[in-house]
């Protein structure tokens, strides 16, 4: 079993910046593909990036690159998400997945494991 506590949401300006972290429960963090999804009101949970157990492998939706950067520390068992440039429509509710492989997925079925959300507002 892993828990995963996401921190670092909250209100800001359309243009700036927010950091996300996700701290996870289980010392064999890095063996655990990590990724952060976000879903607005009466969406779906879209993806958003994912990274591999290692770090060596990562990537992120279209609608986010260049301006969201996922990063992992498995010595801290944490995974982040830098957000830059942030615009109104990146308002969500923001999570953390975590599946039992070291390989990225872009599916939400894909993960076992998810924290209990983190919310993101960006004012116009």
């Known amino acids: 079993q892993v828990q995963l506590v996401e921190s670092g949401g909250g209100l800001v300006q359309a243009g700036g910046s927010l950091r996300l972290s996700c701290a996870a429960s289980?010392?064999?963090?890095?063996?655990?593909?990590m990724g952060w999804f976000r879903q607005a009101p009466g969406k779906e949970r879209d993806f958003v990036a994912t990274?591999?157990?290692?770090?060596?492998?990562?990537y992120s939706a279209d609608s986010v690159k260049g301006r969201f950067t996922i990063s992992r520390d498995n010595a801290k068992n944490t995974v982040y998400l830098q957000m830059n440039s942030l615009k109104p429509e990146d308002t969500a509710v923001y999570y953390c997945?975590?599946?039992?492989?070291?390989?990225?997925?872009?599916?939400?079925?894909?993960?076992?494991?998810w924290g209990q959300g983190t919310q993101v507002t960006v004012a116009s």
């Open positions: 997945g975590a599946r039992t492989d070291y390989s990225t997925s872009r599916y939400p079925k894909d993960y076992d494991y």
């Open positions: 289980r010392r064999t963090f890095s063996r655990y593909a």
């Open positions: 990274i591999s157990g290692s770090g060596s492998i990562a």
